[in-house]
């Protein structure tokens, strides 16, 4: 079957304007998270979604960022007026169930240039 | 605050050479440790896991929890195993399910 796909796979974006980053999951996923990765670093938690449920936005830096999975499968990660240090390669992860440790797999990223 | 250190950010190394890619964790609890890896071109995938105590591609890692350490080894590194390395560690103390990941060791191997 098919892996986490993500669209689009390069965004750039002027400064000040909206994004949207689409994650597929591997369908019958319950688990799903986003990740943030600057150049240079590993990735950094942003959010965590099981089924519908968003349980664990602890890591979203800031208000201007949202993330949605209304149904349990595909997620959305929105970026509302975009900084230049929002410039990253954004990663979305599924795992199966429900257990910590459940292998994660991830998509191939959102590389986001803000201008 | 839970914490990965990977202290190489490159590591080079020749075919057929070993090679021991560091890793250390600060935890309160017990710890769930892992080791992804990017190759090139290639999203990122899970190599092993401590609980599995398995040995992928060659791979070996083994949690020390006295020195928090969960280096990754290899005896003879192949050009193939170039790559960017990640530990990551999880566990109910890092929130529900989420992974908090090192810096990353860039792994050449030269032939």
């Known amino acids: 079957g098919a892996g986490v796909s993500q669209s689009p796979r390069y965004k750039v974006a002027k400064r000040g304007q909206d994004v949207a980053l689409r994650c597929d999951p591997i369908s019958g996923h319950v688990s799903l998270f986003w990740y943030q990765q600057a150049l240079g670093q590993g990735p950094e938690f942003l959010t965590y979604?099981?089924?519908?449920?968003?349980?664990?936005k602890s890591g979203l830096p800031s208000d201007r960022f949202f993330a949605e999975r209304p149904e349990g499968s595909v997620s959305t990660l929105k970026i509302q007026r975009t900084q230049q240090e929002d410039s990253a390669v954004y990663l979305c992860a599924s795992s199966f169930g429900l257990a910590g440790g459940e292998t994660q797999y991830f998509g191939p990223g959102t590389r986001l240039l803000v201008l | 605050a839970q914490r990965v250190t990977q202290p190489e950010k490159l590591l080079s190394v020749f075919k057929g050479a070993p090679v021991e890619l560091k890793c250390n964790y600060s935890?309160?609890?017990?710890?769930?440790l892992f080791w992804y890896v990017q190759y090139s071109r290639q999203r990122l995938q899970l190599l092993l896991r401590?609980?599995s105590r398995e040995s992928i591609k060659g791979f070996t890692a083994d949690l020390n929890k006295g020195e928090t350490s969960f280096h990754l080894k290899k005896p003879f590194a192949q050009e193939e195993d170039s790559a960017m390395y990640y530990c990551?560690?999880?566990?109910?103390?890092?929130?529900?399910?989420?992974?908090?990941f090192g810096t990353g060791t860039r792994l050449l191997v030269s032939p």
């Open positions: 990551a560690l999880g566990g109910r103390n890092t929130g529900f399910q989420k992974l908090v």
């Open positions: 979604f099981q089924n519908e449920a968003q349980l664990d």
């Open positions: 401590h609980i």
């Open positions: 935890y309160s609890g017990s710890p769930e």
